[in-house]
């Protein structure tokens, strides 16, 4: 059973930074697109950012320039660095792949950004 646990999230002042990590198991291979989401408080839920198999990144407007999404294949761990952190990034942020078009979700990791 596939497994995507994030964490990283906490309470950070506005133009602070965070890493968030999400830890994926029960994949046969770690060979697939992972994305990550948030999702605001009364909104619906928004997509961040992704990284193909090879590195290859993509990123939404509201992020471009201070959010690099990477990841380690050894450990199976995709990372979401965060700079010049916004109050309008507060929301939980969560992690999800795709496998033969079933699609996996984490948990979510809460992100507070407040002065």
């Known amino acids: 059973q596939v497994q995507l646990v994030e964490s990283g999230g906490g309470l950070v002042q506005p133009g602070g930074s965070l890493r968030l990590s999400c830890a994926a198991s029960g994949m046969i291979d770690f060979d697939k697109v992972m994305e990550w989401y948030r999702q605001a408080p009364g909104k619906q839920r928004e997509w961040v950012a992704l990284?193909?198999?090879?590195?290859?990144?993509l990123y939404g407007d509201h992020v471009e320039g201070r959010f690099t999404i990477a990841r380690d294949n050894v450990k199976n761990t995709v990372y979401l660095q965060m700079n010049s952190l916004k109050p309008e990034d507060t929301a939980v942020y969560y992690c999800?792949?795709?496998?033969?078009?079933?699609?996996?979700w984490g948990q979510g990791t809460q992100v507070t950004v407040s002065s």
């Open positions: 990284i193909t198999s090879d590195g290859g990144t």
């Open positions: 999800k792949t795709t496998i033969r078009w079933t699609e996996f």
